[in-house]
Nanobody
Framework: QVQLVESGGGLVQAGGSLRLSCAASGSLLGIMGWYRQAPGKQREMVAHIIRDGRSEYAVFAKGRFTISADNTKNTIFLQMRNLRPEDTAVYYC???????????WGQGTQVTVSS
């Protein structure tokens, strides 16, 4: 089984930064990424990254968030800058067996941005 463990969430003021980490155990996976879910809203994709370093971002994340990976450690990161109150959500690390819906989910880490 694949296990994903997130860390780095917390409380930050608007305009601040946080860096999330996700360590994966089990077989190496070709695609990993981040989703988030705000209260009362559907889960949405934040960013994902493939083995060769290519990445894609949601519109709200472009220019503010950066996804990266350490392939030797099977770990990904999400650097978030200029955070806004609307970024408040539980952030989940995800991994994919195939393109489409994520196959594996972490427990989630809470990010709260105060105004």
């Amino acid at each position: 089984q694949v296990q994903l463990v997130e860390s780095g969430g917390g409380l930050v003021q608007a305009g601040g930064s946080l860096r999330l980490s996700c360590a994966a155990s089990g077989s190496l996976l070709g695609i990993m990424g981040w989703y988030r879910q705000a209260p009362g809203k559907q889960r949405e994709m934040v960013a994902h990254i493939i083995r060769d370093g290519r990445s894609e971002y949601a519109v709200f994340a472009k220019g503010r968030f950066t996804i990266s990976a350490d392939n030797t450690k099977n770990t990904i990161f999400l650097q978030m800058r200029n955070l806004r109150p609307e970024d408040t959500a539980v952030y989940y690390c995800v991994a994919y067996d195939f393109p489409g819906a994520p196959s594996y989910w972490g427990q989630g880490t809470q990010v709260t941005v105060s105004s």
